[in-house]
């Protein structure tokens, strides 16, 4: 029987993949219960796991640019640790990935082996983690790389939308900025696909299909919870003084799931909806 480990499993990303793998054999760490950076630890929690699935992440973008060797302790080291200890075990993993590593000057989809390009410093050790997973388990890590994610656990754009429609008559929101809103279920589920097809070695783009941007985003959170999306009014990202720089153009291509024989993921809207629907939003 096949054994998994999830990092990072009290988290958005982690609760979910948790849930898509349900009645399997699974050992669940949240940063409580693991250290990702101290690889001692990181050897014997890897022990006798077929799977290492590492949601664990650094994952506040502003903050990274005040706190890069933090950031960089968890998202490149803590991620190398984990990789070094799969291959000491003979463990598969999936490492998850950012559309940070990209620059976002594209105009189309980016492939999974486009040049990384970050622009902060959030992109720059997600860059470095993927870089140093590759290298320790070349023939059995797996990049999952996702962008605009929501879910029912954890702070996410879709949640602060709702409760912001709750307390204004109007919000602003972006409009030069475009990516894939993606459901952490999905990505969950999709994860877990990957794993049981035994699809090779290297970068999947793990995003919801279709694109838009941040105020379209808004605007369909508000229509699928029954509320006017004009009252969604559309900005710009200049008008938002920030210490990270955003990718203006997060869309990313899927050409890695047709490779591999498996569908790609479902439209966002659809995910969407269905994400309202079950409560995953409320």
């Keep these: 029987m096949t054994r998994y480990l999830v990092t990072g499993a009290r988290g958005m990303l982690g609760t979910d993949l948790l849930e898509a793998l349900a009645g399997r054999d699974v050992t669940a760490l949240g940063r409580d219960d693991l ?106 890590a797996m990049i999952v790389r996702t962008a605009w994610l929501y879910g029912r656990n954890g702070g996410n754009f879709a949640r602060t939308m709702l409760r912001l429609a709750a307390e204004r008559d109007t919000v602003q929101v972006v409009t030069d900025q475009i990516g894939q809103p993606t459901w952490s279920a999905d990505l969950a589920r999709q994860t877990v696909r990957l794993l049981d097809a035994a699809a090779p070695a290297g970068i999947y783009h793990g995003t919801n299909a279709g694109r838009t941007s941040w105020h379209g985003f808004a605007q369909a959170i508000f229509e699928v919870a029954g509320l006017d999306p004009a009252r969604v009014e559309p900005t710009d990202s200049a008008q938002f003084t920030r210490p990270a720089p955003r990718p203006a153009y997060s869309v990313l291509g899927h050409s890695g799931w047709v490779k591999a024989g498996i569908p790609p993921m479902r439209a966002w809207p659809d995910a969407l909806h269905e994400a309202f629907a079950t409560g995953a939003l409320t």
């Design 35 to 140: 250290d990702i950076t101290e690889p001692s630890a990181v050897l014997d929690a890897v022990a006798g796991h077929d799977v290492v699935l590492n949601a664990a992440a650094y994952t506040d973008v502003d903050q990274a640019e005040s706190d890069e060797e933090r950031a960089r302790a968890v998202n490149a080291i803590g991620a190398g640790n984990l990789a070094a200890a799969a291959a000491r075990h003979g463990a598969r993993m999936v490492q998850f990935s950012t559309d940070y590593v990209f620059d976002g000057t594209a105009t189309e989809p980016y492939p999974e082996d486009a040049p990384r390009h970050p622009l902060g410093a959030y992109g720059r050790t997600k860059a470095e983690g993927e870089e140093r997973v590759l290298a320790a388990l070349p023939d059995g």
